[in-house]
């Protein structure tokens, strides 16, 4: 793998496969390789995507050390993201957190097309704050790219009103106040997009409900084969209803109440009553029939889930 460093700025750039991949460890970086000038604030700034002229190669691929909050109002930018490909349509906003791979597909766009803004915040901004271990519970900054939020026109306002506001706050002088402003005002952002994704989840039931069914049906096979290699994960139902991990369990717990793990807890234990009742298998037998590399775990989670052992399951029954 060859690797360039240009030493104008802090920014790798590695070719694999004849695609370049861009690495922007700073906010300066983010500046430099798209030619935006000065930059207020070292650890956090707010970019007007229609002053952005600099375009990157094509099929270029970005990762960066920072937070990213997007909204963009044109489509013809194309973005890849997790294996999946989304044109910007007009009102998606999409988070992004540090170090997440992004592949860009440009095209030629008109500069009066190009609208919308972008908040680049760096960890080290918000690190000594509660916000920062609140944002490791913003599960939909590891949402997939398919998996945008669609804003209305009054949810636009208000998030970029709030933008504006950290904008005009990165314009005035640095003082005692400066950090606490902009991490509140970040914060107040984040918060309405967690209403806006909620309110989202709730708009789409209908769609949901079928992704419920499919998760359950895919549950209720997986535990018909009489031995498994290992327990189903997260990850694994996630591919199976081509959705990331995280959006899965956010959905399952708006539909049902429980998460995509509380879920497979669920059919593992009903699957679990069931050979412990129904077959002379061992306890350790069940256990390994189920998935489990250590029998100790099942029955502990049995247990948990039941207020039972496998043992005493079998005996009360």
Request: proline fraction near 3%.
């Amino acid at each position: 793998m060859e690797l360039k460093r240009n030493l104008a700025f802090n920014y790798a750039i590695s070719y694999n496969c004849m695609k370049p991949i861009i690495h922007l460890q700073s906010i300066a970086d983010l500046y430099t390789v798209f030619k935006l000038g000065h930059h207020h604030h070292p650890l956090i700034a707010v970019i007007d995507f229609s002053k952005v002229t600099e375009q990157l190669e094509q099929d270029s691929k970005i990762t960066t050390d920072f937070y990213s909050v997007m909204f963009k109002n044109y489509c013809k930018n194309h973005m890849k993201y997790g294996r999946k490909t989304i044109d910007f349509q007009e009102g998606n906003l999409i988070c992004i957190a540090p170090r997440q791979v992004i592949e860009i597909d440009v095209e030629i766009e008109q500069k009066e097309n190009m609208l919308g803004w972008g908040l680049f915040f760096h960890p080290d901004l918000i690190r000594a704050t509660s916000l920062y271990e609140k944002i490791n519970q913003m599960s939909f900054f590891s949402y997939e790219i398919t998996e945008a939020l669609h804003l209305s026109d009054k949810e636009k306002n208000i998030l970029y009103e709030t933008v504006q506001k950290i904008e005009l706050e990165l314009q005035e002088n640095i003082d005692n106040y400066s950090q606490h402003i902009l991490v509140s005002s970040i914060e107040l952002l984040l918060n309405y997009c967690s209403r806006f994704y909620g309110r989202q989840l709730i708009t789409r039931s209908q769609s949901n409900k079928t992704i419920v069914a499919q998760i359950e049906s895919l549950l209720r096979s997986y535990f018909t084969v009489s031995d498994v290699n290992a327990l189903p994960s997260v990850k694994y139902l996630a591919e199976q209803v081509h959705l990331s991990a995280n959006y899965l369990s956010d959905l399952l717990k708006k539909e049902t109440g429980k998460n995509a793990q509380e879920h497979i807890h669920f059919y593992l234990i009903e699957e679990a009553k069931s050979r412990l009742l129904n077959t002379p298998a061992s306890i350790n037998e069940v256990a390994y029939s189920l998935g489990f590399e250590y029998p100790q775990y099942f029955t502990k989670l049995f247990k948990q889930k039941t207020g039972h052992t496998p043992i005493e399951y079998r005996q009360l029954n």
